[in-house]
């Protein structure tokens, strides 16, 4: 039961490029969330969803698109990737049901653009 | 929308010391409060969470307090150790029949733990 696992770890991009953060998670959580963190600052949320083929925006989400093609799987894009975008990205997940549950994090995916 | 405020932003205290960490809510619907600890590097990591049908709730030399009433909750760390130093965060989500699949996070507290 590996949790919930991030690709690529690190990654450095320059301005204009585009990439995608996978996220996987093997706990059949129908939740899952995409935050940034900036040093010294809290978690941000750009994106989430509530289950599988549903997205919904959050508090950042401008520059980025997001997919949730498979129950496991919530895909972070950068179409043109800018440098306000350098940061540390966590992917979450968390369980359904009628009561609340807590996220489960990757370990992150540090990406720096140039 | 539905805010977390967290005080202080930074906390300093020598070994053995107790630290408090302090959280106010907006949504007075909120009813799931858990904390997250994250090292430096690190993912985020629950380390103890209570529900708003609960007062207070202890684990080892964390615990937890809520007031409903006030909207502020607490975590208490008692004889703290190094291993302690961290950014911790407080989080709030309301009931899932109401939108409870977004945890509101307070900014953080980046506790030092002087030895």
């Known amino acids: 039961n590996a949790g919930v696992t991030q690709t690529p770890k690190f990654r450095v991009l320059k301005t204009g490029q585009s990439m995608t953060l996978l996220c996987a998670q093997d706990?059949?959580?129908?939740?899952m969330y995409w935050y940034r963190q900036d040093p010294g600052m809290g978690l941000r949320l750009i994106h989430y969803?509530?289950?599988?083929?549903?997205?919904a925006k959050g508090e950042v989400p401008d520059g980025y698109n997001v997919s949730r093609l498979k129950k496991q799987n919530f895909l972070l894009g950068l179409e043109s990737a800018a440098p306000s975008q350098t940061s540390v990205y966590f992917c979450?997940?968390?369980?359904?049901?009628?009561?609340?549950?807590?996220?489960?994090f990757g370990d992150g995916t540090r990406l720096s653009i140039l | 929308g539905e805010n977390v405020e967290q005080h202080p932003s930074t906390l300093s205290v020598q070994e053995g010391d107790s630290a408090v960490i302090k959280c106010t809510y907006s949504?007075?619907?909120?009813?799931?409060f858990p904390w997250y600890k994250q090292e430096l590097g690190k993912r985020p990591q629950l380390i103890i969470d209570?529900?708003?049908?609960?007062g207070e709730k202890k684990d080892q030399r964390i615990a937890v307090t809520l007031n409903k009433t006030a909207k502020h909750f607490s975590l208490h760390i008692t004889e703290t150790q190094p291993e302690d130093s961290a950014v911790y965060f407080c989080?709030?989500?309301?009931?899932?029949?109401?939108?409870?699949?977004?945890?509101?996070f307070g900014a953080g507290t980046r506790l030092f733990v002087k030895a």
């Open positions: 979450a997940s968390m369980e359904g049901g009628a009561s609340n549950q807590p996220q489960h």
């Open positions: 706990m059949n959580h129908e939740y």
């Open positions: 969803s509530v289950g599988e083929g549903t997205t």
């Open positions: 949504d007075s619907a909120s009813n799931y």
């Open positions: 209570i529900r708003s049908n609960v």
């Open positions: 989080a709030a989500t309301p009931p899932r029949n109401t939108g409870g699949f977004k945890t509101i």
